[in-house]
């Protein structure tokens, strides 16, 4: 059974930068496929970004060229930098995994293409 188990998160200045960092564990076979979603009051949760078992990375149009998923299997750890983070960004940040075969392209997957999810972590933009 996936855990996960969100940190990173806060308040910050619009403009500001924040990582969030994601501690994966209790999975027996190859790395699970990853991604952040963020879901703001009222809405939808929405995928921000995902890599996938071949390590590709996706990113939504809304956060590119902004934020980087990166992923240290070492430590298995997902991270999510995240710079010039703009009041829109504010939103409750989620961790999710889903077991292998997972490989994403251009399509990222909702959240109900996942498995596991962490508890969350607040970001707010001021």
């Known amino acids: 059974h996936v855990q996960l188990v969100e940190s990173g998160g806060g308040s910050v200045q619009a403009g500001g930068s924040l990582r969030l960092s994601c501690a994966a564990s209790?999975?027996?076979?190859?790395?699970?496929?990853m991604g952040w979603y963020h879901q703001a009051p009222g809405k939808e949760r929405e995928v921000v970004a995902t890599?996938?078992?071949?390590?590709?990375?996706g990113y939504a149009d809304s956060v590119k060229g902004r934020f980087i998923i990166s992923i240290d299997s070492s430590k298995n750890t997902l991270s999510l930098q995240m710079n010039s983070l703009q009041p829109e960004d504010s939103a409750m940040y989620y961790c999710?995994?889903?077991?292998?075969?997972?490989?994403?392209?251009?399509?990222?997957?909702?959240?109900?293409?996942?498995?596991?999810w962490g508890k969350g972590t607040q970001v707010t933009v001021s």
């Open positions: 999710a995994a889903e077991r292998p075969p997972c490989v994403y392209g251009d399509l990222l997957p909702t959240e109900y293409g996942m498995e596991y």
């Open positions: 209790g999975y027996t076979t190859n790395r699970p496929c």
């Open positions: 890599i996938d078992m071949n390590g590709d990375v």
